[in-house]
């Protein structure tokens, strides 16, 4: 029997900074979930986070790779970071290898609890790297914006990487982001605030 009922293919998870978070597939808080506090929340968060890290170690298992695993809830989401020697097979060329696990990840997360996770998966360290450089990236757009004043267009990135640009863009004055187009094709434009 097919369980049918998994997010959309073309719903990206990893939100944008002008997504809401019923767009994102997230619940919203009912009254429920605000009269327990944070801790029934973190706990939630934490538990997806165990289900994601238990279903990666199948896999390291599977596959014989050697990693530590460490489960836990940061900026308000599930993340799971492997760590370890000969990983890089299981980022793969400019992560799709590690966007792939990712999602395979979430599906987990949600054949057991019936809910979308926000789950972030990284695996030696290369989030944390590329969130590093996509900040270099950002800062010289909006330096050649500032410079000549026009709109300066990005390489096409996954939804993760063009938030981290985002979030850069956003916090400097006298300059915005937005994205165009279609995956895998979705780029973003930095250009002068209105």
């Known amino acids: 029997?097919?369980?049918?009922?998994?997010?959309?293919?073309?719903?990206?998870?990893?939100?944008?900074?002008?997504?809401t978070a019923a767009a994102d597939g997230e619940p919203e808080e009912t009254e429920a979930e605000?009269?327990?506090?944070?801790?029934?929340?973190?706990?939630d968060l934490f538990r997806q986070s165990e289900i994601a890290a238990d279903y990666v170690e199948g896999l390291l298992?599977?596959?014989?790779?050697?990693?530590?695993?460490?489960?836990?809830v940061s900026a308000g989401r599930p993340v799971v970071e492997v760590v370890g020697g000969r990983l890089q097979n299981l980022v793969g060329q400019r992560g799709a290898t590690l966007e792939a696990l990712q999602e395979?990840?979430?599906l987990a997360v949600f054949?057991?609890?019936?809910?979308?996770s926000r789950l972030l998966l990284d695996i030696g360290g290369y989030r944390?790297?590329?969130?590093?450089?996509?900040?270099?990236?950002?800062?010289?757009?909006?330096?050649k914006v500032k410079e000549h004043g026009e709109p300066v267009r990005l390489e096409p990135m996954s939804a993760f990487e063009r938030k981290c640009?985002?979030?850069?863009?956003?916090?400097?004055?006298?300059?915005?982001?937005?994205?165009?187009?279609v995956e895998p094709s979705r780029r973003i434009i930095v250009r002068p605030a209105d």
């Open 1 to 19: 029997m097919t369980d049918t009922s998994i997010p959309r293919a073309d719903q990206s998870l990893d939100d944008e900074p002008a997504a």
């Open 34 to 43: 605000s009269t327990t506090g944070k801790a029934a929340g973190e706990s």
């Open 61 to 72: 298992d599977i596959l014989d790779y050697d990693g530590d695993i460490e489960e836990l």
């Open 104 to 106: 395979l990840a979430r």
């Open 111 to 116: 054949r057991q609890t019936g809910s979308p």
């Open 128 to 143: 944390a790297n590329r969130r590093k450089e996509l900040g270099a990236v950002a800062r010289n757009a909006v330096e």
């Open 165 to 181: 640009v985002h979030d850069v863009v956003n916090a400097i004055d006298g300059v915005e982001s937005e994205s165009e187009g």
